[in-house]
């Protein structure tokens, strides 16, 4: 089993950035991938990032991809999603989440991942 939990959003002014973090307990492994993910009101979960286990290989959604960074750091039981340059359209609960060995052709979707923390609400003003 395994454990995650977002921290790091809140409210900023268009322009500004902020820095997501997922702490992973439990049963993890550098064979987990892990990923972001956003939904905004009315909308589907959309794929925003995702980073395999081991970190040597990342995939960053079109819309997001020269503002925002994902990385590990605490010996890869964090993943983090550096973002910059929030746009209001950014606006959304975002969710880290993570399964063991999940193929990078099915990285983007989220139902091919087991486990979701709780969401972590940023919003950007204009």
């Known amino acids: 089993q395994m454990q995650l939990v977002e921290s790091g959003g809140g409210l900023v002014q268009a322009g500004g950035s902020l820095r997501l973090s997922c702490a992973a307990s439990g049963r993890t492994s550098i064979l987990y991938t892990m990923g972001w993910f956003r939904q905004a009101p009315g909308k589907e979960r959309d794929f925003v990032a995702a980073?395999?286990?081991?970190?040597?290989?990342?995939f960053v959604a079109d819309s997001v991809k020269d503002r925002f960074t994902i990385g590990t750091d605490n010996a890869k039981n964090t993943v983090y999603l550096q973002m910059n340059s929030l746009k209001p359209e950014d606006t959304a609960v975002y969710y880290c989440a993570a399964d063991w060995k999940i193929d990078d052709a099915y990285s983007r979707e989220p139902h091919y991942y087991s486990y979701w923390g709780p969401g972590t609400q940023v919003t950007v003003s204009s």
């Open positions: 980073i395999t286990g081991s970190g040597s290989r990342t």
